[in-house]
């Protein structure tokens, strides 16, 4: 059948039109919120190179939860800045650091209203800025693994929901699972950052987290951006290690790799759209070349179309609010 007979124009014509045979939809229980917080921080700061995004207090963190989970966001992500940092990284196992402080303080407030996921690396713990144990210039992948299994406890201790391993070093989803398994801790979830690039886009991220390695780089441990094939294989070696979820990031660039991935595997799927995809949209609409809201709308639409069940954004809650006005 070809013109005239087929006529796509007829879909076209009104909203109620293109709404009832729209392929995708977007709604608030597709996000995922990341959100900062910092130890000892006596107000919450604005980030500079992500307007709208905030290093937080606990008490204005949990505010936010609060927040989020009014506009029917089910989760966020937690990321924490500690006041020490060290070699090795050992706030980020010490119950009462500050990611567990803020678990326990976000399930006092809001209780199951929100599941609350753990990042879990050792960047923002490091004082080399690195996602694993340092020896010579370079990251031993299977001590950074030790910590991480210990880190996952301690988190699941002060009540997450998820774990998101997401230094990408070899083998730690089953390093995670097992230490989660073997402390009691079965039913938390893994949420594995399977296909993590080493990307350009993570510079704001990396302001807000305090987190910039001191030396080199984290190409000796993130996917080459050249690499889909070994993208899908680095996804299938995390499923079977045990991961529940597997994520794409960042996600805008990485299209390609995510429609493969949700084709492959038929698994649940994240992407997470990262600090500079949002810096770059937020900067070109504060000079009014992009106009932000359909803009917005149109990249986490485009994500949700290439495969993605959930998306991790900072665009949550504005994206939300949106939605929610209709
Ligand atoms: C590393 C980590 C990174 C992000 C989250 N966790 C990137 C990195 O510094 O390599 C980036 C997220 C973003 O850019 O929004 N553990």
């Known amino acids: ?30 996000f995922i919120a990341p959100l900062f917080v910092k130890e000892g921080l006596a107000r919450p700061v604005e980030i500079d190179a992500m307007p709208g995004q905030h290093q ?10 609060g927040a989020l989970a009014e506009l029917g966001v089910p989760a966020v992500m937690l990321f924490g ?22 678990l326990r303080a976000v399930r006092a407030e809001l209780g199951d209203g929100l599941v609350l996921v753990a990042d879990l690396c050792l960047c923002e713990y490091t004082d080399h800025g690195h996602c694993g144990v340092v020896r010579g210039r370079a990251v031993d992948n299977d001590a ?26 070899d083998g730690q989803v089953g390093a995670v699972r097992r230490a989660l398994d073997a402390g009691g801790h079965s039913e938390v979830t893994v949420l594995a950052y399977a296909a993590k690039y080493a990307s350009a886009f993570y510079g704001p991220f990396r302001q807000a987290a305090e987190s910039r390695p001191q030396f080199g780089d984290r190409r000796g441990y993130q996917l080459d951006p050249g690499n889909a094939d070994e993208a899908v294989r680095e996804v299938k070696a995390d499923i079977d290690e045990g991961a529940d979820i597997v994520m794409v990031k960042p996600a805008l660039p990485y299209l390609d790799v995510l429609g493969r991935v949700k ?25 009014g070349w ?5 803009a917005m709308l149109e990249v986490l639409l485009a994500i949700r179309r290439a495969g993605a069940d959930l998306i991790l954004t900072y665009f949550a809650r504005d994206a939300a609010e949106r939605l929610r006005r209709g």
């Open 1 to 30: 059948m070809g013109f005239p007979q087929q006529r796509f124009r007829r879909f076209r014509r009104t909203g109620r039109l293109r709404e009832m045979v729209r392929e995708t939809t977007l709604d608030p229980g597709d």
């Open 56 to 65: 937080h207090t606990v008490g204005s963190l949990v505010e936010s939860c």
């Open 81 to 102: 800045i500690p006041a020490h940092k060290d070699a090795e990284g050992s706030s980020a196992w010490d119950p009462n650091g500050i990611v567990q402080e803020a």
């Open 144 to 169: 950074t693994l030790d910590a991480y299994a210990r880190i996952a406890v301690s988190y699941a201790e002060a009540g997450a929901d998820w774990v998101g391993p997401s230094g990408m070093m």
């Open 263 to 287: 084709a492959a595997f038929g698994v649940p799927t994240a992407a997470y759209q990262v600090s500079g995809e949002y810096a770059m949209l937020k900067a070109a609409s504060a000079r």
């Open 290 to 294: 992009l106009q932000e809201e359909p």
